[in-house]
């Protein structure tokens, strides 16, 4: 995908409906007559909305300012959890998409890159890595360091809840360590879920301390020194048709990492299919039906 078939790629983040590109390539327009720009680097500016909702705006700030010593800093977090590997973290999580030579990925949440080149490195030679963050200062940081031999890599400042592609675009989308402070989290599941083709992965992790090591000393330090350690997997915003889901711990059983297909539909249960061997009519709606009335009876 090249630079140019790259911006004809790009649709209204928000309707999904195709936008048009400027003569010299500097500009898109959505039918309402948005413009989003086009930086002299070739990052997209496409962020929706133009005022982001106040938690994403925080985000956007706070890792704007952290974006030159934000390495460091993720580096630290991985030595005091568990002193846990973190390039061999890395190399875990993205294994988990099963990239190939050639695929099309997309990375929600690039930050300075780390990631980001693993994923370029698994999908050379041809392959195409779009890589998006709410932080200017960021993705500029990744897209001075990130080699582009033999694979095409693209740039847009993007909000994960509204991303600016049409259905079944990607073969993966990965996102880690920003998806428990989104502002629109369900919204975003389902995007990062839509613009997977079905047989696709979606690769998704944060903060979350396991259940399990709640109550030991150490990890309630951890808890009352960083509240984003509290957050619950959020199992609830997955939406319904995936399959072949796995939820992994990871260092120091302080942060999740969840996978899963991405399927065409949602799994149909048959409530109507009669059970084999019964010389009666029963079947899964039969037995909800008489479950309820027994409720019933019994609360009367």
């Not at 078939?5 to 209204?12: G, I, K, R, S, T």
């Not at 413009?35 to 985000?59: F, H, Q, S």
């Not at 120091?252 to 539909?265: D, I, P, R």
Request: charged share 25%; with cysteine; proline share 6%.
């Amino acid at each position: 995908m090249t630079h140019q078939e790259f911006l004809h790629a790009l649709v209204c983040p928000l309707t999904t409906t195709p936008l048009e590109v400027s003569a010299d390539g500097k500009r898109l327009s959505s039918q309402d007559g948005t413009v989003y720009e086009v930086g002299d680097t070739g990052i997209v500016n496409m962020l929706y909305p133009k005022e982001l909702l106040e938690e994403d705006a925080r985000e956007q700030y706070l890792y704007d300012q952290a974006f030159q010593r934000y390495d460091r800093g993720v580096s630290w977090v991985f030595q005091t959890l568990n002193h846990s590997d973190e390039a061999a973290t890395r190399e875990f999580m993205i294994s988990l998409m099963g990239l190939k030579p050639g695929m099309t990925v997309l990375e929600v949440g690039a930050g300075t890159g780390k990631d980001s080149a693993l994923i370029i490195d698994q999908i050379k030679p041809g392959g195409t890595a779009v890589l998006s963050d709410l932080s200017p200062n960021m993705l500029r940081l990744a897209q001075d360091k990130l080699p582009n031999d033999d694979v095409n890599v693209h740039y847009f400042l993007g909000n994960g809840s509204y991303l600016p592609f049409a259905d079944d675009t990607f073969d993966a989308v990965f996102h880690f360590g920003g998806i428990n402070t989104f502002s629109e989290r369900k919204r975003a599941f389902d995007e990062l879920t839509r613009v997977v083709r079905p047989g696709g992965k979606v690769v998704v992790g944060d903060e979350s301390i396991a259940p399990w090591m709640r109550n030991q000393p150490t990890y309630q330090t951890l808890l009352k020194a960083n509240p984003l350690f509290r957050a619950e997997v959020p199992l609830e915003d997955i939406p319904a048709n995936i399959e072949q889901f796995k939820l992994h711990w990871i260092f120091g059983n302080a942060f999740y990492v969840m996978e899963y297909v991405v399927s065409a539909q949602a799994p149909q249960i048959d409530i109507e299919l009669p059970i084999p061997g019964k010389d009666f009519v029963d079947n899964w709606r039969l037995r909800a039906e008489k479950a309820e009335a027994e409720q019933t009876s019994s609360a009367q």
